[in-house]
C-alpha cells in the first residue's frame, strides 16, 4: 500500500473555524428563534460592482464568438490586465515594475501557499505571531514545520506582536531564510510605518533573507504614508515578492484573481555559490502547474482599474471602512481597547477575559459570532477579531447587542 506524504499527518484540521461552526450550530440548535449575526466573516457581502458585471458579460460573448474566442492565455495573465496593475498599482506609486514581472492567478492564498516551493526544503520560515494560518500550514506540508510542542512548531520562527510592541514584530534571534509579513494585516488590522517596513527590508537585504510580503488588504489603507507597496522601499526589488488580490479590493472572493510580483532582480542562491533567477524560478513553476486564470476573470479584473470602476470599487471599500469605524466606536465607547480597523477590515479587540470566554460570551448572551484571537496564534489569546464585512444594519445591530451586554464585561 502506497505511504501518505508524513506531513498531511502532522496537519490537524483547521480547529479555529471548525471549533466555531460547532458551537455556533449548537446554540442555534438551542435558540431556534435567535438570529445570529456574524463578526466574524472573512468574507466580503457585498456584489459585484456594475463595472466588472458589463466586464463579465462581454467577456462571455467573446468566448462564444469564434473569432474573438480565447482558449489557454499567457502563464502569467493577459496584457490587458497586466498593463493597468503595472500602470496603476507600480508605476503611478513611481515603482518600477515590468509587465512580465508580474503572474495573475485565480488567487493569494494559492499563491502564498505554493511560493515556497521555490526554496530549499530545509529553509528556515519565520511568521508573525498572530498569523494567517496559510503560510505556516503550506510549509508544514513541505516539510518545514519540524514536531509541534505546545502549539507552535519547532523548526517555524514566531514573532510576537501584541499591544506591548505595538504590533511590530522584532527581528528574530535566529535568521530565518524566508519571511512572511501581511499588512494590513490579518488578523490585527494593524500596518507598519515607512520606516518599520523599511526597516525589514534592508534586514532582509544583510540577512540574506527573502520576504514574502502579502498586501491583500492594501486597498483599505487611509492612513497618508503608509506603504501601499513593499516596492516603495528602497531595496525591496532585490529581497520581495508580493501578493496581491482582488478578492477583498474588488470583492472577486467568488470570482478568483489576484497576482504576484516577482522582480528580475530577486536572485536566490543555487547553493553552489552561483545564483537563480526568482522570476524565471516562479515562471517556470507556474508553466509546469498551472494554466492560468480564466479568461473572462482578468477582463473583470481589468475592469477595476476602469476609470468607473475604480470609482465603483472605492465606494464598496468606503462602505466597509464606515462599518470598521462604527464598530471601533462602539468597542472603545464601552471601554474596550481596539487596534487595526482604521487601514484594514478587521479590528482587533483587547478582550477583558479570554478569547474563547469573550467568544462564549458574546454568542450566548448576545447572538453574536467574532473570532477568537488565541485561534491566530499564542500571541493572540486575550484578543479577538471583529470584521467590517457584514452589511451596515447587522453592523449597528451587532453594536446594540454589544452595548447591552457590555454590563457582563
Ligand atoms: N492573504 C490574506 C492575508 C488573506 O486574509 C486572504 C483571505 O482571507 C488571502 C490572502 C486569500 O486571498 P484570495 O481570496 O485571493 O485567495
Redesign the pocket.
Known amino acids: 500500500m502506497i505511504t501518505v506524504n508524513e506531513n498531511f499527518l502532522k496537519l490537524e484540521s483547521n480547529y479555529l473555524f471548525a471549533e466555531i461552526e460547532r458551537k455556533v450550530a449548537e446554540y442555534k440548535e438551542r435558540h431556534p428563534d435567535k438570529r445570529v449575526i456574524s463578526l466574524g466573516i472573512?468574507d466580503v457581502t457585498r456584489p459585484l460592482v456594475p463595472a466588472v458585471l458589463e466586464a463579465l458579460r462581454e467577456a462571455i460573448d467573446d468566448m462564444g464568438d469564434a473569432a474573438r474566442f480565447k482558449g489557454y492565455g499567457p502563464y502569467g495573465g493577459y496584457s490587458f490586465l497586466r498593463d493597468p496593475i503595472m500602470e496603476y498599482d507600480y508605476r503611478a506609486r513611481g515603482i518600477d515594475m515590468a509587465p512580465d514581472e508580474i503572474f495573475v492567478s485565480d488567487?493569494?492564498?494559492?499563491d502564498?501557499a505554493n511560493f515556497q516551493e521555490l526554496f530549499a526544503r530545509d529553509s528556515i520560515v519565520a511568521v508573525t505571531d498572530p498569523v494567517?494560518p496559510?503560510y505556516v500550514d503550506s510549509n508544514v506540508l513541505a516539510g518545514r514545520g519540524g514536531e509541534k510542542v505546545d502549539g507552535q512548531w519547532s523548526r517555524i520562527v514566531y514573532m510576537p506582536c501584541d499591544k506591548a510592541n505595538n504590533f511590530v514584530p522584532a527581528f528574530p534571534a535566529k535568521r530565518p531564510d524566508m519571511i512572511y509579513l501581511?499588512y494590513p494585516n490579518?488578523p490585527t488590522g494593524t500596518t507598519l510605518t515607512r520606516a518599520q517596513l523599511q526597516g525589514w527590508v534592508d534586514y532582509a537585504r544583510r540577512e540574506g533573507c527573502v520576504i514574502l510580503y502579502?498586501s491583500?488588504?492594501e486597498a483599505y489603507i487611509r492612513t497618508p504614508d503608509i506603504p501601499h507597496s513593499i516596492y516603495e522601499l528602497e531595496g525591496a526589488r532585490e529581497v520581495a515578492v508580493e501578493?496581491r488580490?482582488?478578492?477583498?479590493t474588488a470583492g472577486?472572493?467568488g470570482l478568483?484573481c489576484?497576482y504576484v510580483a516577482v522582480p528580475k532582480s530577486l536572485k536566490i542562491s543555487d547553493g553552489k555559490g552561483g545564483y537563480v533567477d526568482a522570476n524565471h524560478c516562479w515562471f517556470r513553476r507556474q508553466a509546469t502547474k498551472y494554466n492560468g486564470c480564466p479568461y473572462i476573470v482578468q477582463r473583470a479584473a481589468a475592469a477595476t482599474y476602469t476609470e468607473k470602476g475604480r470609482r465603483e470599487v472605492l465606494d464598496v471599500i468606503a462602505g466597509y471602512q464606515a462599518n470598521a469605524d462604527l464598530l471601533a466606536e462602539a468597542m472603545r465607547s464601552l471601554g474596550l481597547e481596539v487596534f487595526g480597523g482604521v487601514d484594514a477590515p478587521y479590528l482587533w479587540v483587547k478582550t477583558p477575559m479570554k478569547s474563547w470566554d469573550f467568544f462564549d460570551l458574546l454568542l450566548n448572551k448576545a447572538a453574536l459570532v467574532c473570532t477568537p484571537g488565541a485561534g491566530f496564534g499564542k500571541s493572540g489569546e486575550g484578543y479577538a477579531r471583529l470584521t467590517a464585512f457584514g452589511s451596515p444594519a447587522d453592523t449597528r445591530e451587532a453594536i446594540a447587542r454589544i452595548t447591552d451586554l457590555a454590563k457582563d464585561f
Open positions: 472573512g488567487g493569494a492564498k494559492s502564498v494567517y496559510v501581511c490579518n502579502d491583500a488588504y501578493f488580490s482582488f478578492s477583498k472577486f472572493t478568483r489576484a
